[in-house]
């Protein structure tokens, strides 16, 4: 079966981390762009953090700079968003993205149509007390 899974996210408090983990199975990471994009109740869907196919640069939104990383291992296919200093407003659901040979900026772009070659069903993160 041709899909992406992420795991890792739970309920935090503030200060906290979490490590998210995005497995793809069917196919092979390492010729897409892969993206870890969030929506929260009534906002938009915003990128967070995404790496290019090509050289591995890496694109963060600005609210997350100097907290998460986004690293890939395409040995073990997988995508994983290290999150550190978690506050209240990353809570959402978070999933990851898949799309052959896009580079991270335009992966992560605000408005970039919602359309991917695969999507994973998300993992729900909240940072609370």
């Known amino acids: 079966q041709v899909q992406l899974v992420e795991s890792g996210g739970g309920l935090v408090q503030p200060g906290g981390s979490l490590r998210l983990s995005c497995v793809a199975s069917?196919?092979?990471?390492?010729?897409?762009?892969i993206g870890w994009l969030r929506q929260a109740p009534g906002k938009e869907r915003e990128g967070v953090a995404c790496?290019?196919?090509?050289?591995?640069?890496?694109y963060y939104r600005e609210s997350v700079k100097g907290r998460f990383t986004i690293s890939r291992d395409n040995a073990k296919n997988t995508v994983y968003l290290h999150m550190n200093d978690l506050k209240p407003e990353d809570t959402a659901v978070y999933y990851c993205?898949?799309?052959?040979?896009?580079?991270?900026?335009?992966?992560?772009?605000?408005?970039?149509?919602?359309?991917?070659?695969?999507r994973g069903q998300g993992t729900q993160v909240t940072v609370s007390i």
């Open positions: 993205v898949a799309e052959e040979y896009d580079t991270a900026w335009y992966l992560c772009a605000d408005g970039r149509p919602n359309e991917y070659d695969y």
């Open positions: 790496v290019s196919s090509t050289d591995s640069s890496t």
């Open positions: 069917g196919f092979t990471l390492d010729r897409y762009g």
